[in-house]
Nanobody, 120 residues
Framework: QEQLVESGGGLVQAGGSLRLSCAAS????????MGWFRQAPGKEREFVAA????????YYSGSVKGRFTISRDNAKNTVYLQMDSLKAEDTAVYSC?????????????WGQGTQVTVSS
């Protein structure tokens, strides 16, 4: 049974940092592009970042580029999102996802998500 399980969310002050993790099981992890999405209350799900199968190429939305870093460890079947210089507008539920390419429309399976709250 496939699972994507996120962890590492929490409450942090503006300017602080958090590191999210997503543990994958049930599929061959290295076969897929992995990504992070977020959804704030009352808003649509938004693409945050993606990473290629090997980890050699990364992609970011304009709103997080330079502040967030996506990485993966194929030996541990885990993808990470290092979030620095957090802002109140980063508050959302963050979910990891697997897909066939870095295009947001090519992601096909999401985890349940972890809450990130940034206080101003």
């Amino acid at each position: 049974q496939e699972q994507l399980v996120e962890s590492g969310g929490g409450l942090v002050q503006a300017g602080g940092s958090l590191r999210l993790s997503c543990a994958a099981s049930g599929r061959t992890f290295s076969n897929y592009v992995m990504g992070w999405f977020r959804q704030a209350p009352g808003k649509e799900r938004e693409f945050v970042a993606a990473i290629s199968r090997s980890g050699g190429t990364t992609y970011y939305s304009g709103s997080v580029k330079g502040r967030f870093t996506i990485s993966r460890d194929n030996a541990k079947n885990t993808v990470y999102l290092q979030m620095d210089s957090l802002k109140a507008e980063d508050t959302a539920v963050y979910s990891c996802a697997r897909g066939y390419s870095s295009r947001p429309s090519d992601f096909i399976y999401w985890g349940q998500g972890t809450q990130v709250t940034v206080s101003s």
